[in-house]
Every structure is written in structure tokens, then in C-alpha cells.
């Protein structure tokens, strides 16, 4: 069974920077599409970026030019590079293949302004 474990999150000042870790386990990760999402408090879960098994990305239009998706699928870990990071980035971030599986703990990720 896939597992996935988030980590990298933490307490930032607006304008400061995080990289997110995602940990797969099991060999669906290099099979599929990649992402990372995110639920803010009182909010609905929403899509933040995607990568494929090739390499091709593509971001929320609230975090475009701010943040930068990777993935290592020898260390079957994907990666989520966040910079010039807003108080409206607070968020629980969570990570999951396309199809989805099980969803991870998440990791806190919090902005002060």
C-alpha cells in the first residue's frame, strides 16, 4: 500500500521560503503524476501544483512564480519549493498521485505577516 509522508513545513515570515518533501512509498510513484495540494483554515482542500513522470508542470494561478514543483523518482520523492511565501499560504500541505491514493498527515505550513 502507498504511504505518504509530508514534511518541510514550519513558521515563516511573509517573503521567506520552505521546501516541502513528499515520501512515497510503493512503485506507484514513479507511474504517475504527481501533486501537491493544500486546505487553509476554514477552507476546502484545493489543487496547488502537478508534475508528471516527464517533467511537465503546471500551477494554481495563486502560486505561479512563486512556487516550483519537483520530483526525484529515484528517491521516489517529489518536492515543493516555495518562495516570496503570503499570509494567505497558510495552509496544511499535503501531496498525492494522480490517481490519488490515501492521503498523508500533511504538514503545517505557516505565514506571518
Known amino acids: 500500500q502507498v504511504q505518504l509522508v509530508e514534511s518541510g513545513g514550519g513558521l515563516v515570515q511573509a517573503g521567506g521560503s520552505l521546501r516541502l518533501s513528499c515520501a512515497a512509498s510503493?512503485?506507484?510513484?514513479?507511474?504517475?503524476?504527481m501533486g501537491w495540494y493544500r486546505q487553509g483554515p476554514g477552507k476546502q482542500r484545493e489543487w496547488v501544483a502537478i508534475?508528471?513522470?516527464?517533467?511537465?508542470?503546471n500551477y494554481a494561478g495563486s502560486v505561479k512564480g512563486r512556487f516550483i514543483i519537483s520530483r526525484d523518482n529515484a528517491k521516489s520523492t517529489v518536492y515543493l519549493q516555495m518562495d516570496s511565501l503570503k499570509p494567505e499560504d497558510t495552509a496544511v500541505y499535503y501531496c498525492?498521485?494522480?490517481?490519488?491514493?490515501?492521503w498523508g498527515q500533511g504538514t503545517q505550513v505557516t505565514v506571518s505577516s
Open positions: 508534475i508528471t513522470t516527464g517533467g511537465h508542470t
Open positions: 510503493g512503485s506507484i510513484f514513479s507511474r504517475n503524476a
Open positions: 498525492n498521485s494522480v490517481p490519488s491514493v490515501p
